[in-house]
């Protein structure tokens, strides 16, 4: 079993930057791939980045460029760095751990989520 809590999300006006936070408890989290998520009203909920139990990243279209992920295992730790922000990054934002280590971007491959940070970006 592993928790997960998201924090960082906020209210930024088009342009700035927010970091988001995971925090991992409970089983080994270095084993486990990370997964953030979004999802807007009315939309379905959609990757936005991935890191692997190795450091391996993976980014949606929409993120690359401006959004990097990041881990710190010592402090069980997920970090998604977000830059450049835009009004349709507006969403709720969920952490989510792949116990197999591996990335997906199939949000059902997931087996633990958190309850999600709201980001609202202002133009």
């Known amino acids: 079993q592993i928790e997960l809590v998201e924090s960082g999300g906020g209210l930024v006006q088009a342009g700035g930057s927010l970091r988001l936070s995971c925090a991992a408890a409970?089983?080994?989290?270095?084993?486990?791939?990370i997964g953030w998520f979004r999802q807007a009203p009315g939309k379905e909920r959609e990757i936005v980045c991935g890191i692997n139990r190795r450091g391996g990243l993976y980014y949606a279209e929409a993120a690359k460029g401006r959004f990097a992920i990041s881990r710190d295992n010592a402090e069980q730790t997920v970090y998604l760095q977000m830059n450049s922000l835009k009004t349709e990054d507006t969403a709720v934002y969920y952490c989510?751990?792949?116990?197999?280590?591996?990335?997906?971007?199939?949000?059902?491959?997931?087996?633990?989520w958190g309850k999600g940070t709201q980001v609202t970006v202002r133009s």
């Open positions: 409970g089983r080994i989290f270095s084993s486990v791939a």
């Open positions: 989510a751990a792949e116990t197999g280590g591996a990335i997906s971007d199939t949000a059902p491959r997931y087996d633990h």
